[in-house]
T-cell receptor, first 113, second 115 residues
Framework: GDSVTQMEGPVTLSEEAFLTINCTYTATGYPSLFWYVQYPGEGLQLLLKATKADDKGSNKGFEATYRKETTSFHLEKGSVQVSDSAVYFCALSHPANAGKSTFGDGTTLTVKP | DAGVIQSPRHEVTEMGQEVTLRCKPISGHNSLFWYRQTMMRGLELLIYFNNNVPIDDSGMPEDRFSAKMPNASFSTLKIQPSEPRDSAVYFC?????????????FGEGSRLTVL
């Protein structure tokens, strides 16, 4: 079955540092890939997505590229802010399966001033 | 537009009591999902519906859990009787299946504490 593996956390960075959170996946076919973010006390919200190989999703300074050859979708940001502190989830979905998603375990990011 | 609306936001109950969690999906979304989040097990899919019909309930932990979707704008997740190990945050999410984006729209969750 499908699976998503994220780098283990927690991750602690200083403000303006470079961020990478690794995500690899195992799936048949051509799933869509997502990064969701969860701020304290809130539900998950979509951060960015990519629906086919070599697509780059981007939002709020975050980027991730769909790499089929390495089955990866690593999340990056060039300069993090304190407000980026949250839990980040990598996920995949087969649209033909009505959006049923497989999530990674989540990576907690703390950014210190 | 209103997002996914869940109620109650917080529920504290005693072991053995019945708990009902409610969800109103985004209008026009025809897939609905119930997830449970705990520190130990992360995010678990409990059940999902397409066009109000339960498609996969393999994630429902046991017979104490049941979910219904009587119409396109309302779903419930019921736990009877509740146990302390059911303490978690329960999320409802909806998706516009017709557009096949795969993106999920989550509510803010219902935090359940069973004493």
């Amino acid at each position: 079955g499908d699976s998503v593996t994220q780098m283990e956390g927690p991750v602690t960075l200083s403000e303006e540092a470079f961020l990478t959170i690794n995500c690899t996946y195992t799936a048949t076919g051509y799933p869509s890939l997502f990064w969701y973010v969860q701020y304290p006390g809130e539900g998950l919200q979509l951060l960015l997505k990519a629906t086919k190989a070599d697509d780059k999703g981007s939002n709020k300074g975050f980027e991730a590229t769909y790499r089929k050859e390495t089955t990866s979708f690593h999340l990056e940001k060039g300069s993090v802010q304190v407000s980026d502190s949250a839990v980040y989830f990598c996920a995949l979905s087969h649209p033909a399966n009505a959006g049923k998603s497989t999530f990674g375990d989540g990576t907690t990011l703390t950014v210190k001033p | 537009d209103a997002g996914v609306i869940q109620s109650p936001r917080h529920e504290v109950t005693e072991m053995g009591q019945e708990v009902t969690l409610r969800c109103k999906p985004i209008s026009g979304h025809n897939s609905l999902f119930w997830y449970r989040q705990t520190m130990m097990r992360g995010l678990e899919l409990l059940i999902y519906f397409n066009n109000n019909v339960p498609i996969d309930d393999s994630g429902m932990p046991e017979d104490r859990f049941s979910a219904k979707m009587p119409n396109a704008s309302f779903s419930t997740l019921k736990i009877q009787p509740s146990e302390p190990r059911d303490s978690a945050v329960y999320f409802c999410a909806s998706s516009p299946m017709r557009k096949n984006t795969g993106e999920l729209f989550f509510g803010e969750g219902s935090r359940l504490t069973v004493l």
